[in-house]
């Protein structure tokens, strides 16, 4: 089919996209300058999630469509792995916030070496993979838009086609202007680019507006709606089989794959790394990106398949389906469309290229520059001279782009070069992962996991790219490398049922994960690495506004110190920095104090990155750092410090409870064996006093000699009792005894209870009233045991009945289960506070006057709890009711007879 | 020799009766009480010459009535024989500390009881 | 101290709910249909899932 697309001016497209360039560097200028007066545009939530959009880039804009053309749903893994990641993000990206803010990390380099020991080779070979990963991703942008370019001036779809073809290095050349002026304005890179994160925003903004204006024009303008689509779609063997699954990724491996793969990709590109780490403001932000994140993913994937069936039925094979989104406006004459488009298409590019070039800028120079730079020991100021470097290696991974675009960006589609650099970040994630969540990963683990993996990679899926264009010979491909048919790229070890991507995948990740566990588990970590491995894993233990734990031993000269700051920061921030540390301190710094090393080094980090700010302060520290031991130890310190305070506050608390209780528990045994003395003495000394007078008497007369014998009989008795008293209760604490439960007639107790006291209450005058009870409540219990709970609770009330004027009254009611006792005096009662220490060991009733002491106790203070024992035995329970002044009513319940 | 007059706090009936038999063998004349309170009122209305009190009684306490007692001079001719049922070091210092003259431990042999109130008294042996 | 709170960790949850949702063998019961308005029943479900989850997110972020 030919089709005929309606073409705009070259001058007029390239106006109007450096007009949109223009309003970029506005929008950042003025949110810069905003910021700089302390007025934040990006601090709003919806802003960070928007930023979070730069994921979506010209593979999104353009290549989905292209993709789901010919392979259905082959385009969703890529999102659907990032909607499932945003997630976990509450978990997993707020450790690493918490984290890159300590530790004042720069880049997702700095990030892995930091957290295997800050040491500058790691940071170096992440840097390099990351570099190396990305580049082709960044030519596939150029790619876009210079063939969107072309396509939309010329109305053919070439790439390059001379003049026109370097659209793409004069807007890789505006882009790199953006980003050296707005991506490197600070020299510590952790400070945030506001600006570039409010143009970020808006693009992401323009760029769905710009997809779904398309998708809406092509449904509703060139069909009648989707379903009109789908039915004429439904007719055309080309796109019927894209309803399969078949069409797409391979398999179902595969497909678990891909999103496995974007969810690496999501949390370990350079770019994301830095708009969702580097560049967040507040965690909190994470709440609404963590739904209007895959909202934004969402929307931008709804027209995917209609486009693409829209695209093979109007245009066919006319245009590359990766150009379906711009050429059906410009087939359909809209031409205002076409330009909205290709800003869209711009925008997504252009993001990526701003975002992506500032990670990997502060990547090279921190990580790959610096360390060979410091060596030399150049100029004083040192970090002018790292700005100029990062500003250089901005132009260079711009051009170092588009020279891989020239060179190699020809034959593949879109999303296939966008997946390898998927797959070369991905080797990022078991020592980046493991980095997070398992201490006893090490350094040598890391190495042996990125090395590698990043080989797999490499063999697996950039020799075949190179073998497709003819730069490695063909044969390695059919045959494997000198005909070792096992080393095949494609289908290493003999696998050949997955696809070319899933493969790599597959192989890569699985080798690396385990060169890291094995190695890790092989070597040891030394100092600084246990260190780091602590402070990151155990991230979220700490508080998010601890400051970093000091590692180092000893001081440093004042002067020395301020000349590397000076060095580094210059003489203004260097400044900044030890006054910054001095109000903390309040007031004074110490040369000897390690605090401060600390301070400066983290200082230093944020702009020169982990590895070479401690590479640095070590050169100047007067001790050799910490060993392992000392490590631990602090670490464990400051780590447990605030764990064990909090922990020993409350074990404190319960160990004065406990002593509070035993000095309590021994004095009410005092008070208890002293009461109990006293209350044996008593009857004693008048046993004894009338034995001696009768003996020393012989002259008294017969009355009185009877009379003082009684005295003697009845003391006895008492004693009797009271050790009788004392006896029960030992066993009763000690839970012995027999007990013979049996259906009692509660009626029957009452009554015999009663006629044994009945002398004590007419002796007191006290009434006794004891309510008619039916004859038929028969209870289970042990009949002597329930009648002494009785006589306890009826000999206690006669002592506080007030004389004369008391009353005592028994009653008994009884529910379905249990019956229930009541005995009420009308005595002075007792206070609340008392109610429930009267049933325990050793304690007097509260409501007698005066305490133990000078009080008189009446009796050996043992009734009630004799009571509550035998009531709690026969499975029921005894409380008082009371308020002072109005009596008191003991109350006790026992288990109904069932059955009989 | 005037008769010595006596008085008897205790809450308990028969050691009251024991005290009293063995005091009025004495030749001492007996008055009783039956707790602190009405130990104190007695004591100010007879001014006796000996107070045998008992250290544990309702309300006011033996410790209580002689503090009061020695606070007042019309009180310094009367002796004071704490009672207690409670024999420790500490309460014995104490009773000596509040200007107890002296201080039986319950159970008493009512020998020695007799003697030691005749030395209080001044009375010679029978 | 800071662990996870229980809401980020049931969201956490939803996440691999939604891994599982979004893969073989559920896929399959849906593969080759056509779905509403004929789209494919695959993407159809597919977008449910995606949108449930969505929605689900903000209701536990309430």
Same mark, same amino acid.
């Given at each position: 089919m030919a089709a005929t697309l309606t073409t705009l001016p070259a001058a007029q497209v390239l106006g109007v996209s450096l007009l949109y360039l223009g309003l970029l560097f506005v929008i950042a200028l003025v949110v810069d300058r905003r910021a700089a007066r302390g007025r934040s545009l990006i601090a709003s939530p919806t802003v960070y999630a928007l930023s979070l959009?730069?994921?979506?880039?010209s593979w999104t804009f353009f290549g989905s469509v292209g993709l789901a053309a010919t392979q259905g749903i082959a385009f969703l893994p890529t999102y659907l792995g990032p909607a499932l990641m945003a997630l976990l993000w509450p978990v997993l990206l707020v450790k690493c916030l918490r984290i890159a803010k300590r530790e004042r990390i720069t880049t997702i380099a700095d990030f892995i070496a930091s957290r295997y020991g800050k040491r500058r080779g790691l940071a170096a070979l992440v840097a390099l993979i990351c570099v190396v990963g990305v580049l082709p991703y960044l030519a596939l942008q150029l790619k876009a838009v210079a063939a969107s370019f072309t396509l939309l001036t010329t109305g053919r779809a070439e790439a390059h086609g001379g003049l026109f073809g370097d659209t793409a290095l004069v807007i890789a050349l505006v882009m790199a202007v953006f980003t050296m002026i707005f991506g490197t304005r600070h020299l510590d890179a952790t400070e945030r680019h506001e600006g570039l994160v409010a143009a970020i925003a808006f693009e992401s903004v323009v760029k769905l507006c710009a997809f779904l204006a398309a998708g809406l024009f092509v449904v509703?303008?060139?069909?009648?709606g989707a379903a009109a689509l789908f039915a004429q779609a439904a007719q055309d063997a080309r796109l019927q089989r894209l309803w399969s699954f078949e069409a797409s990724v391979g398999g179902w491996f595969d497909w678990s794959l891909l999103i496995l793969l974007s969810m690496a990709a999501i949390t370990l590109l350079p770019r994301q790394f830095q708009v969702a780490v580097v560049e967040n403001i507040d965690e909190s932000q994470l709440a609404r990106a963590s739904w209007l994140f895959p909202l934004y993913l969402l929307l931008i994937n709804l027209f995917v398949l209609p486009l693409a069936c829209a695209g093979v039925l109007l245009l066919g094979d006319a245009v590359p389906a990766d150009n379906y989104v711009l050429a059906l406006p410009m087939q359909a004459g809209a031409s205002w469309l076409a330009l909205l488009v290709f800003i869209g298409g711009t925008s997504a590019a252009t993001g990526m290229i701003i975002v992506e070039t500032t990670a990997l800028a502060t990547m090279i120079s921190n990580d790959l520059v610096l360390p060979g730079l410091l060596h030399r020991a150049p100029t004083a100021d040192l970090g002018r001279w790292l700005l100029r470097i990062r500003r250089a290696a901005i132009l260079i991974v711009v051009l170092l782009g588009y020279l891989y675009f020239r060179v190699a960006g020809e034959a593949r589609s879109l999303v296939s070069i966008g997946l390898i650099s998927f797959a070369a970040v991905a080797q990022l994630g078991p020592a980046f992962l493991g980095g997070l969540y398992w201490r006893a990963g090490t350094r040598a683990g890391a190495y042996a996991g990125l090395a590698l993996g990043t080989l797999i990679w490499a063999w697996t899926l950039l020799v075949p790219s190179a073998a497709a264009t003819g730069w490695l010979p063909a044969q390695w491909l059919s045959e494997? /490398?000198?005909?070792?048919?096992?080393?095949? /790229?494609?289908?290493?070890?003999?696998?050949?049922?997955?696809?070319g991507i899933a493969h790599g995948v597959f192989w890569s990740l699985l080798l690396n994960t385990a060169a890291y566990v094995f190695v890790s588990l092989a070597t040891r970590a030394d100092a600084q690495e246990s260190a780091q491995a602590a402070l990151f894993v155990d991230a979220l233990r700490r508080g998010a506004g601890e400051p970093a734990v000091a590692l180092w031993r000893g001081g440093v000269a004042l002067p020395e110190l301020r000349a590397l700051l000076d060095r580094i920061l210059g003489a203004e921030r260097g400044e900044a920095v030890l006054q910054d540390y001095r109000r903390r301190r309040g007031g004074t710094v110490d040369d000897n104090d390690p605090g401060l090393l600390q301070h400066v080094e983290s200082a230093l980090a944020g702009a020169i990155g982990s590895a070479s700010a401690r590479v640095l302060v070590a050169s100047i520290a007067r001790e050799a750092p910490l060993g392992v031991e000392d490590v631990m130890h602090i670490l464990d310190e400051t780590s447990q410090v605030m764990h064990y305070s909090r922990e020993l506050a409350a074990r404190t608390e319960e160990l004065r409870q406990a002593n509070q209780r035993l000095r309590e528990l021994d004095r009410l045994k005092d008070d208890f064996i002293s009461t109990v003395t006293h209350e044996l003495r008593t009857p004693l000394t008048s046993i004894r006093a009338f034995s001696e007078i009768l003996t020393d008497n012989p002259d008294l007369d017969a009355a009185e000699r009877q009379r003082y014998l009684g005295i003697i009989t009845r003391e006895t008795e008492r004693l009797t009792r009271l050790i009788n008293e004392v006896l029960d209760f030992a066993k009763l604490e000690q839970g012995g005894g027999e007990w013979r439960l049996e259906p009692v007639a509660l009626a029957e107790v009452v009554r015999d209870a009663a006629n044994a006291t009945a002398q004590l209450y007419v002796e007191a005058g006290i009434a006794l009233d004891l309510e008619p009870i039916d004859a038929r409540i028969r209870v289970r219990a042990d009949r002597d045991r329930l009648q002494q709970v009785l006589l306890n609770l009826l000999g206690n009330a006669v002592k506080f009945a007030p004389r004369g004027l008391g009353r005592v009254q028994v009653s008994v009611t009884a529910d379905a289960r249990d019956a229930c006792i009541s005995v009420r005096d009308n005595g002075p009662g007792i206070a609340e506070e008392d109610q429930a220490l009267i049933f325990e060991k050793f304690r007097q009733g509260g409501r007698q006057s005066g305490g133990p002491l000078t009080g008189k106790p009446?009796?050996?203070?043992?009734g009630l709890p004799i009571s509550r024992h035998i009531v709690e035995r026969l499975g029921g329970r005894i409380w008082v009711e009371s308020r002072p002044g109005g009596g008191a009513t003991f109350r006790f319940t026992v288990s109904l007879e069932t059955g009989a | 020799m005037t008769t010595k007059r006596v008085l008897i706090a205790d809450d308990e009936e028969n050691i009251v009766v024991s005290l009293e038999f063995l005091l009025r063998r004495l030749g001492c004349d007996v008055s009783v009480a039956r707790d602190g309170a009405e130990a104190l009122r007695q004591a100010q209305a007879t001014v006796p010459d000996l107070i045998l009190l008992d250290v544990m009684m309702p309300g006011v306490s033996g410790y209580d009535v002689c503090q009061q007692l020695r606070a007042d001079a019309r009180f310094a001719g009367t002796r004071i024989v704490l009672l207690t049922a409670k024999g420790r070091e500490a309460e014995i210092a104490r009773g000596r500390a509040l200007g107890a003259d002296d201080y039986i431990v319950k159970p008493f042999s009512t020998r020695e009881l007799s003697a030691r109130i005749r030395a209080l008294l001044g009375l010679g042996t029978v | 101290m800071q662990q996870p709170s229980r809401r980020s960790l049931s969201l956490a949850v939803l996440g691999l709910v939604g891994f599982g949702l979004f893969n073989y063998p559920l896929l399959s019961v849906v593969d080759g249909a056509s779905g509403p308005l004929g789209a494919p029943a695959l993407l159809i479900y597919l977008f449910a899932v995606w949108a449930a989850l969505i929605g689900l997110t903000l209701w536990l972020r309430r």
């Open positions: 959009a730069v994921y979506c880039t509703y303008a060139l069909f009648d494997g /490398p000198l005909g070792i048919g096992l080393l095949r /790229p494609q289908a290493l070890f003999g696998l050949d049922q997955l696809s009446q009796g050996t203070g043992l | - | -």
